[in-house]
């Protein structure tokens, strides 16, 4: 398995993925659509490295047109599809539930069926720990109950496990599904909160927090999340589910905290309620994946946030 075709791969964790696949001897493809979501010159940039490689090859196009799709894998020649592509962001589906629901479910449903019209029987989907919702239980296992997302973000990821998990059934595909937790490095997407924090900060502006600071998060470095996303391509076999996670957690205002350390300035913080779809902590239990992938994350928070400043020149 050499041919890897990623969607989304203009994005934050495609472009890293790309590249270190790159370095590891695979063929690359991928699709971007160069969404306005946030300033498409970000994404181009990101590759911008890429398309100069031979072995990669960029396709500008969307997920939802089966017509784009049949035109690639008439030719590309991919045995593995990592399916990244995705409207993210958990507040922004609140505001616009039709359009998150149309490119991450039909938009995974056109793929999976463009993939088996094209006899490609082998797929990562990119899951979120948005899926586990409130759940009281940490830290989160792949055997949870999975059934109440409170933000359509989170609907539509378990949707999109449902779709991996019937082609499976009905048509023999491998399929894993890869639950991410909270993925920050260098280049992260600027409306996330650790490249925002991190940019106002430096900029003297006001940060805005929500809730009173006590909020947990499970923070994973992009470098762990390839890593783990290379684990499940040698492995890939039947239908499973795995976190991805850095397994530790830290409270919103220890984040800041740790910027502040990293970056060598205060921040200026601004306090409002919590919004509606955040989730009060995630927590990746990660044993599954260290038992069958190898998977093994190396960036604590504190060594990541290092790393990503200092590769975005800021400290």
Known sequence: MKHVFITGVA???????????????????????FDSFYD??????????????????????DIRSRETLDRIFKTSGADLVIHLAARAGVRP??????LYYDVNVTGTLVLLEAMRAAG??????????????NNKKVPFSETDPVD?????????????ELLCYTYHHLYDFNIFCLRF????????????????????????????????????RDYTF?????????????????????NLGNSDTITLIDLVRGIEETLGKKAIVEWKPMQPGDVEITYADISKAKKMLGYRPDFPVKKGLKCMFEAQGMC
């Open 148 to 160: 109440n997302p409170i933000s359509p973000y989170a609907a539509t990821k378990k949707a999109g």
């Open 93 to 98: 589906s609140i505001e616009q539930p039709q």
């Open 181 to 216: 937790f909270t993925v920050y490095g260098p280049g992260q997407r600027p409306e996330m909160a650790i490249q925002q924090f991190g940019r106002k900060i430096t900029e003297g502006t006001p940060i805005t927090l929500f809730g009173d600071g006590t909020t947990r």
């Open 40 to 61: 498409p010159q970000i994404k181009r940039k990101a590759v911008a490295d890429l398309v100069k490689n031979s072995a990669f090859t960029l396709y500008e196009g």
């Open 222 to 242: 992009v470098s762990d999340i390839t890593a783990g996303i290379l684990a499940c391509a040698s492995n890939l076999k039947g239908y499973e589910i795995f």
């Open 11 to 33: 994005g934050f964790i495609g472009s890293n993925l790309a590249r270190t696949m790159l370095e590891q001897g695979y063929t690359v493809s991928g699709i971007d659509n």
């Open 120 to 133: 490609i029987r082998d797929m990562l989907f990119a899951s979120s720990s948005s899926v586990y919702g």
